[in-house]
């Protein structure tokens, strides 16, 4: 009897995973907006000073390709992040456009009134679900860093200014190994609860799969609404486009990602950039869903970034469409 109900257990999970997985036409026609995080994710760790022109264009280069979301820069200190130093000018100088928004990310309450002051209306905090990893890249405890985030709240919902929640290693840890969804369901709760509009989950280390990342959705819905939640996929292990497909099977409809797949995290050995703008608009293409981003006019974007950084775009995509449009 038990050995027939064990079967009978593995088959409704298998079919429950077929489920999720392959009924991908029920995507036709739907609308996903995409966050684009390179003139911040992706250039926060290079190396060499990027001059402020050479991000303003990318950032109007972006939107011009209909990328109506561009997070632009942070307001952290030049000590730990260099390449954000030029955050004030970043902002004071942007194009401005209707339907456009430009989120900063400020981890604490004197970058946040800073980013106001030159005009932010959207600005994002960060976290993580891994006590280890949080340690090592903001010096703090998960609770503690959570308490940071209070007076942000506070005066974000007097001056009107909208609030995204990061949260990173949401499947795997470098330090700590596989994650409890358990965990980024409390983390990405008590951010919502604080007022955060959106919880974008972060597989930081590139280690999910769909199965373990639809895992980790499932429990985190319970708690936040789906329409409140965003994936953001590293392609450590050319995982990301499966996961984010995954994702949106359960509901979500925003995605993170980086023109041609620059960036990575310093805190995260061996884990790649973020999955590349170019893929994830491609797939999505294909799904038949609405992004309202020109493809072409955002290969030439990656093209023009890459150039410059002297690195060959991550993105298939780019290099394909690329060497076809040069053949």
């Not at 001056?159 to 190994?177: A, H, M």
């Not at 955060?196 to 199965?211: A, F, K, M, N, W």
Request: a neutral charge; proline letters at 4%; aromatic letters at 6%.
């Amino acid at each position: 009897m038990l050995r027939a109900i064990a079967a009978c257990k593995r088959r409704k999970t298998k079919q429950s995973a077929s489920k999720r997985y392959y009924q991908t036409g029920s995507l036709s026609g739907a609308q996903v907006r995409i966050v684009e995080v390179g003139p911040r994710d992706g250039l926060q760790n290079e190396k060499m000073v990027i001059e402020t022109a050479i991000k303003l264009k990318l950032i109007d280069s972006l939107v011009q390709a209909g990328l109506s979301t561009v997070e632009t820069t942070a307001f952290v200190s030049p000590k730990w992040v260099p390449q954000m130093s030029d955050h004030r000018e970043i902002m004071e100088s942007v194009a401005q456009y209707e339907h456009v928004n430009y989120p900063v990310l400020t981890p604490n309450l004197k970058g946040f009134l800073s980013a106001v002051d030159v005009g932010a209306k959207e600005v994002a905090v960060f976290t993580a679900a891994s006590e280890e990893f949080n340690h090592r890249n903001i010096n703090c405890t998960i609770n503690e860093s959570i308490n940071r985030f209070v007076p942000i709240m506070d005066r974000a919902k007097d001056l009107n200014i909208r609030v995204r929640g990061y949260v990173s290693t949401v499947v795997g840890c470098p330090y700590e190994g596989n994650i409890d969804p358990k965990k980024v369901a409390e983390v990405s709760q008590r951010l919502f609860e604080m007022g955060c509009y959106e919880i974008s989950l972060g597989d930081t280390i590139g280690v999910g799969t769909p199965e373990s990342v639809s895992r980790m959705i499932e429990e985190v819905s319970k708690y936040v609404p789906i329409q409140h939640l965003a994936i953001h996929c590293h392609d450590t292990y050319g995982q990301a486009l499966a996961n984010i497909l995954a994702s949106l099977m359960l509901g979500i409809r925003v995605v993170d990602s980086s023109v041609a797949g620059i960036g990575g995290c310093p805190y995260a050995k061996g884990a790649t950039g973020n999955v590349a703008t170019e893929d994830v608009v491609y797939m999505l293409n294909g799904l038949g869903v609405e992004t309202g981003v020109d493809l072409d006019k955002l290969v030439d974007v990656g093209n023009y970034i890459c150039k410059y950084l002297n690195i060959t775009p991550r993105s298939r995509v780019n290099v394909a469409l690329t060497n076809k449009k040069n053949q």
